[in-house]
């Protein structure tokens, strides 16, 4: 075998690759005649150059704006840590999605409109990349992205985002069946990194996902039902699961029927809407 045109034992090879952190490497392997070549990249950060990508981050954070200047400001504060320069990459691509959707939020004023802005694409970009480091920003950054596309088991695991695990466990429970808490969700002051990392949209669906679901929540449903339509389909499913299980707690049976229709075609809410008809029924009957 040969390790960049040079021809070297498997020991000898298994020791040089193991010693690699950054960079190339071309392996080259030949028996009786038959050749494969491979190509290896190393991409291992040292934890300073990690924690100054962190540091970074929260100065970006911590300035309260995001541009293309304040990205850009980021990326260059991020040159000197080298080694990290995968994980930098991951949070820019976040960020510039951040950024894009923003941007077609505002100037269409209709979250539905903004289908066309590319920001999904900047989140599966990072998430690509930041599933495989193990630091608070990007977990939170792949529980944001996945609680946006309703990947809740996904969701739900990551810790660092208090209130995107909370309201995923609930909705996995919704869809699955199960029992669930109908009281509201991250009440109470916490270090959740959603909150300084989620894009606007995401933040406000997240609010409306963490109301108590015991029909306390009149006001702040009546604005959710309001804003159901402007939503992209992601986000009206969790909405519509939402404001069908309030109108059911407070009697509204015809809201609850009109929510829970929304939802009639959808094979991730099958489940629930199966066993949300009966519901319905039952308190139909208990009422007459």
Known sequence: MSINGKTVSVGDAAEFLSSQRSGVV???LSNLGVVETFQFEFALADMDDLDGVDAALARLVDGGELSRRSIDDFIMRCKQHRTAARYQSGLANYLYGVLAREDAA?????????EGSGYEGKYDQAVGILRSFDRPPAEAICGIVAFHYNQFERA????????????????????KGESWLPDALSQSPHPSLDVALSDSVIEQVLRWSALPLDGTAADDMAELAANIGSQRPYDALKLHLVAAEHALAVG??????????????????????TSFRPRVQRQGVLRK
Do not use: C, N
């Open 156 to 175: 739900m695991t990551k810790t660092k985002s208090q209130r995107v695990a909370e309201v995923s466990i609930r909705f996995q429970a919704l869809l």
């Open 26 to 28: 071309d392996v080259t």
């Open 252 to 273: 509204d049976l015809p809201a609850a029927l009109r929510h829970a229709e929304s939802l009639r075609h959808s094979r991730l809410s099958e489940k629930w809407y």
């Open 106 to 114: 505002g100037a269409e004023g209709s979250e539905r409109s903004g």
